[in-house]
């Protein structure tokens, strides 16, 4: 009885020692990266939720910083990334606003060399700016990806130069925070002139980051880093303090408007013939002498309607409140700028329009802008 006991015993602890040993051989592979479940293969590279290195390695290089000056002085830094190359040429894509306020910009690569570029253009509204070097100096061209599959809770990293040059190269990583946003831009610093319809992560964006790429998991570019929201007004006295909310073009947008600028044209938009306000906007109403009917909360008030313009021959008139824009309503300035610019010169839309108290409809045919 004793042996049989004794016999126990030391299966007992043999298969204890085994279980051990093969537990402890499955966490040490998974440290590793070997079979983790957080783990995947893509292509050469193993990626897991722990690094991203690979990816990084796929774009870091592409990535420069872009420095702006004017008059030999520096107005401006930002970032960009070589996204093509054409025989000799290569093609570095960047916000507008970085090279707006310049006439000449050079670019740093990841290895601190040094390049003069030649600016081909921008668009102050696509926010999309392109410029131009030899490939003799370029590292690496950026892989393109697309926005069409990707899914909310992603992985996303942007590369760039925040605060400048002294922190270049710098790689921050979130998620896909949301897609499709509507996101007021100011050009004049008080008012929103327009929306963009753009990528929210909450990677760390910050000054110098504008214009760099934003990747996905595979290293794959999906859009171009713009904006940061940072404060959110919630009266016309309070705001408060946003943080984790970035924003980037989709790569779609992005290529189609450099695209355009590639070939030295200036993209087309439409122009209507009109100087117009929000109407919550009613000191300036008042100073204008327009006034606002009962019952309208929302539109656009025309100041002044050009002679001669597509909105005079539309039949629009000064104090007129444009409230749709085809079958869209319209509840502020940029609203109406973002609907409008669906648009091209030539086409013909339809405006729903309040004059005193009654709704009006008309087609205007648009013309190209000046």
């Given at each position: 009885m004793k042996n049989k006991n004794k016999i126990s015993i030391i299966v007992i602890v043999i298969l204890?020692?085994?279980?051990?040993?093969?537990?402890?051989?499955?966490?040490?592979?998974?440290?590793?990266?070997?079979?983790?479940?957080?783990?995947?293969?893509?292509?050469?590279?193993?990626?897991?939720?722990?690094?991203?290195?690979?990816a990084v390695d796929k774009v870091y290089d592409a990535t420069v910083t872009v420095i702006t000056s004017s008059g030999g002085s520096q107005v401006s830094s930002g970032t960009g990334?070589?996204?093509?190359?054409?025989?000799?040429?290569?093609?570095?894509?960047?916000?507008?606003?970085?090279?707006?306020?310049?006439?000449?910009?050079?670019?740093?690569?990841?290895d601190g060399s040094e390049a003069e570029t030649k600016i081909l253009g921008?668009?102050?509204?696509?926010?999309?700016?392109?410029?131009?070097?030899?490939?003799?100096?370029?590292?690496?061209?950026?892989?393109?990806?697309?926005?069409?599959?990707?899914?909310l809770g992603d992985t996303t990293f942007a590369v760039g130069a925040p605060l400048g040059d002294t922190y270049s190269g710098t790689v921050t990583k979130g998620i896909l925070s949301g897609k499709d946003r509507l996101v007021e831009v100011s050009f004049s610093g008080t008012t929103s002139d327009y929306y963009m319809k753009v990528l929210q992560t909450d990677a760390a964006l910050n000054p110098g980051n504008s214009g760099g790429p934003l990747c996905n998991i595979n290293g794959e570019v999906i859009g171009v880093t713009s904006?940061?929201?940072?404060?959110?007004?919630?009266?016309?006295?309070?705001?408060?303090?946003?943080?984790?909310?970035?924003?980037?073009?989709?790569?779609?947008?992005?290529?189609?408007?450099?695209?355009?600028?590639?070939?030295?044209?200036?993209?087309?938009?439409?122009?209507?013939?009109?100087?117009?306000?929000?109407?919550?906007?009613?000191?300036y109403l008042w100073q204008?002498?327009?006034?606002?009917?009962?019952?309208?909360?929302?539109?656009?008030?025309?100041?002044?309607?050009?002679?001669?313009?597509?909105?005079?021959k539309g039949g629009l008139k000064k104090g007129d409140i444009i409230v749709k824009l085809e079958n869209e309503k319209i509840e502020s300035v940029a609203e109406l700028r973002y609907e409008?610019?669906?648009?091209?010169?030539?086409?013909t839309v339809k405006i729903t329009f309040n004059r005193n108290g009654k709704e009006h409809t008309t087609t205007i045919t648009l013309e190209e802008s000046k």
């Amino acid at each position: 009885m004793k042996n049989k006991n004794k016999i126990s015993i030391i299966v007992i602890v043999i298969l204890s020692f085994a279980l051990g040993a093969s537990w402890t051989y499955m966490v040490l592979r998974q440290l590793n990266g070997k079979d983790s479940p957080l783990s995947q293969v893509i292509g050469s590279y193993t990626i897991s939720e722990n690094s991203i290195a690979g990816a990084v390695d796929k774009v870091y290089d592409a990535t420069v910083t872009v420095i702006t000056s004017s008059g030999g002085s520096q107005v401006s830094s930002g970032t960009g990334f070589v996204y093509k190359v054409d025989g000799s040429t290569a093609y570095i894509m960047t916000n507008n606003h970085v090279i707006a306020s310049g006439d000449a910009a050079k670019i740093i690569f990841s290895d601190g060399s040094e390049a003069e570029t030649k600016i081909l253009g921008g668009d102050t509204y696509a926010d999309i700016a392109v410029l131009t070097t030899s490939t003799k100096s370029i590292k690496q061209v950026a892989t393109i990806g697309n926005t069409e599959n990707i899914k909310l809770g992603d992985t996303t990293f942007a590369v760039g130069a925040p605060l400048g040059d002294t922190y270049s190269g710098t790689v921050t990583k979130g998620i896909l925070s949301g897609k499709d946003r509507l996101v007021e831009v100011s050009f004049s610093g008080t008012t929103s002139d327009y929306y963009m319809k753009v990528l929210q992560t909450d990677a760390a964006l910050n000054p110098g980051n504008s214009g760099g790429p934003l990747c996905n998991i595979n290293g794959e570019v999906i859009g171009v880093t713009s904006l940061k929201l940072t404060q959110e007004k919630i009266s016309a006295t309070n705001t408060y303090s946003v943080e984790g909310m970035g924003f980037a073009i989709p790569i779609e947008d992005a290529l189609y408007y450099a695209e355009i600028i590639e070939t030295g044209e200036s993209i087309k938009r439409p122009y209507v013939g009109i100087s117009m306000l929000d109407i919550t906007d009613s000191y300036y109403l008042w100073q204008a002498g327009i006034t606002i009917p009962e019952g309208i909360k929302k539109g656009v008030a025309l100041l002044e309607v050009v002679e001669s313009s597509p909105a005079e021959k539309g039949g629009l008139k000064k104090g007129d409140i444009i409230v749709k824009l085809e079958n869209e309503k319209i509840e502020s300035v940029a609203e109406l700028r973002y609907e409008l610019y669906k648009h091209n010169p030539g086409e013909t839309v339809k405006i729903t329009f309040n004059r005193n108290g009654k709704e009006h409809t008309t087609t205007i045919t648009l013309e190209e802008s000046k």
